[in-house]
């Protein structure tokens, strides 16, 4: 009776001591207004599954196109607990890629933006969830999350220790959104935030959990985020990960799945960099690593492009673009 009271009252596993969980607690994330496996609508459940799905479908590789974005690296310039962010940002930019037939330069988006303003999560940890329900909330206000190129990732948020992080101003305000910092003074001073920015808004999100949705949402609508126990990935090199895992303290984006030696995994991008694992990415074993428990999907709306005609024109040193 004890351990299920326990059980119910904590909901975030505690990893292995020596070991930090990158998933805040339910509670943790209920207090920052994160609807807890929340869904905007209920647009996963209309999509149609296809009563056989393939063997092996990725979207880095689908009919000969790449659809996945830049592989991402978490912990450099300093360690940073930011993996829920890092999942979140590249799954919705595969779908930007996906939206855009794989056509134009690639759209990257500023995780450091979701870590500056998103209040859903830190370097010390964060919420599969929340990113997109951020998301959603500042689409509505027509300026969606910054591109990479205007807030790169430093790996700091205004609780981390690590590293430079002491030394650096990481609050939500237009210089930490997105900004320029010009050669001449005379074109405005050292560093400028933008009241005008590329940018990508979202039109819908939802929670999955389990195979079948997992593949559906993939095949139907791009890559999504997922929890994973990245305890066994820690010493990772190659093959497919099948550890059954104890619980989830880590998130990355599942792009695919394929099936070797009659053994079915996902393809799974992490945020540790080219140098782990199989280029970044790992294959995880068809139920294993607790990968199926928790996912998060997100629909994009609109994204600053050269085909959309919607161009921000901001001067080197911003003074056309200067936020008030
Ligand atoms: C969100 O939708 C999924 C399926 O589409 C469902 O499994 C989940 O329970 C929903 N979440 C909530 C909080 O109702
Ligand atoms: C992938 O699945 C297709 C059928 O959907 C099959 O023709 C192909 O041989 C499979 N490739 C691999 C590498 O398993
Ligand atoms: C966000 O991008 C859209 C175009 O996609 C643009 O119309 C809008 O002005 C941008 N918002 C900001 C704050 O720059």
Known sequence: MLAITLIAASSAYAPAPGRRSEILSHDVQRNMGIKIRGNFSDSHDKLLSSAVMPSNFTWCNNAGVNYCTMSRNQHIPQYCG????????????????????????????????????????????????????????????????????????????????????????????????????????????????????????????????????????????GPISCGIDAGPLLNYEKGIADASGEGVDHVISVVGWGNEAGVPYWIVRNSWGEYWGEMGYVRVAFGALKIEEQCSWAVPKDFTSAEKANQVHCHEGGDNCKAA
């Open 82 to 221: 930011s993996c829920w962010a890092h999942g979140a940002i590249s799954a919705l930019g595969d779908r930007i890629k996906i939206a855009r037939g794989a056509e134009g330069i690639d759209v990257n988006l500023a995780v450091q933006h979701l870590l500056n303003c998103g209040n859903v999560g830190s370097c010390s940890g964060g919420s599969i969830d929340g990113p997109y329900q951020w998301m959603m909330e500042i689409s509505k206000t027509g300026a969606g999350v910054a591109y990479e190129t205007s807030n790169p990732y430093i790996a700091c948020t205004s609780d981390s220790s690590e590293g430079f992080c002491k030394h650096v101003d990481t609050t939500c305000k237009a210089i930490n959104i997105a900004r320029t910092c010009g050669s001449f003074s005379q074109e405005g001073g050292t560093c400028t935030g933008l009241s005008s920015y590329p940018n990508a808004t979202i039109s819908d999100y939802g929670s999955i959990s389990g195979k079948d949705a997992m593949m559906k949402e993939i095949i139907a609508r």
